[in-house]
């Protein structure tokens, strides 16, 4: 496995990969990474022949200077998984690389898919930051396929409308979210979880199951459906930031679950904010 932190680099190493007859796929990451990454990496390899996975905490989707500096960056130890799980190459550029001196443009996804749920509460520049790094990603590598966990929901649709928008020849591979047998969804945050915490945090996969449980009963009135979530939250004294029933592709609220519909879900439990989803109406609404 090599990492190569230029995109120069980058280019070349794709080249020579399409040059011997691979396809490419590309796992973009923030680092600390965790066995959800490593199954999208597992996905990519059953499918592609070259794999790489990006490494970039990208301070354009953070509005937070502090939560900034304090995310984990342990590049020696996610490389070394990375490798393990079948990465051919890791893209571990600096901020200079992507954003050099007098970068002046900001991919803007407008609408109801960055201004809603975590548009919301963390604001639109947020999810600006999303599509700018990713469309830089894309472009650098130009991989055939990119991969994404769709526990991060809003973030895979704002990915699929900039693709979609601006005509980027790759496709957005969505896999399942990734679980600990408890059920809580993979995420980097969970570390920061106390023993109590990490038992609280079971209520909002329960909340999500109680309302996907609902649904497959009948339930199609979304306000009943919430508040059955809303009282497996308040059970374990977890409050929502929000829970929401929304079109899965356009995230406008819904009043009535009759087709498709996902259920996003984000909450604080201490000062770790934890976000969720779940499908319904789509096979057995699993999350």
Avoid: W
């Avoid at 990375?82 to 050099?100: M, R, S, W």
């Avoid at 996907?212 to 497996?232: I, N």
């Amino acid at each position: 496995m090599r990492i190569v932190r230029t995109v120069r680099e980058l280019r070349e190493a794709v080249a020579a990969a399409r040059a011997a007859g691979s396809t490419a796929a590309l796992v973009p990451t923030m680092g600390a990474l965790h066995e959800g990454h490593l199954s999208l990496v597992r996905a990519a390899r059953s499918e592609h022949g070259f794999v790489m996975l990006s490494i970039f905490v990208n301070p354009k989707q953070f509005t937070d200077a502090a939560d900034l500096a304090a995310y984990p960056r342990e590049e020696g130890r996610d490389a070394a998984l990375a490798e393990g799980a079948g990465v051919d190459l890791v893209f571990a550029p600096d901020a200079a690389e992507l954003y050099p001196g007098g970068f002046a443009t900001t991919v803007h996804v407008s609408g109801a898919i960055t201004e809603t749920l975590e548009g919301a509460g963390r604001g639109s520049a947020h999810f600006d930051g999303v599509a700018t790094v990713v469309s830089k990603l894309l472009i650098a590598a130009a991989p055939d396929a990119a991969y994404f966990g769709q526990k991060d929901a809003q973030q895979l649709v704002v990915v699929r409308r900039m693709v979609a928008d601006l005509g980027l020849p790759v496709r957005i591979v969505a896999c399942p979210t990734s679980r600990d047998e408890d059920g809580l969804a993979r995420s980097s945050r969970n570390v920061r979880l106390g023993a109590e915490q990490r038992i609280r945090a079971l209520a909002i996969p329960r909340a999500l199951d109680a309302i996907a449980e609902a649904a497959r009963a009948g339930e199609t009135d979304a306000a009943a459906l919430l508040a059955r979530g809303e009282a497996a939250l308040a059970q374990s004294g977890v409050d929502a930031e929000y829970l929401a029933l929304v079109q899965p592709d356009t995230l406008e609220a819904v009043q009535r679950v009759t087709e498709p519909t996902l259920c996003a879900i984000a909450a604080r439990v201490g000062d770790v904010r934890l976000i969720d989803n779940v499908l319904l109406g789509d096979g057995p609404g699993r999350r």
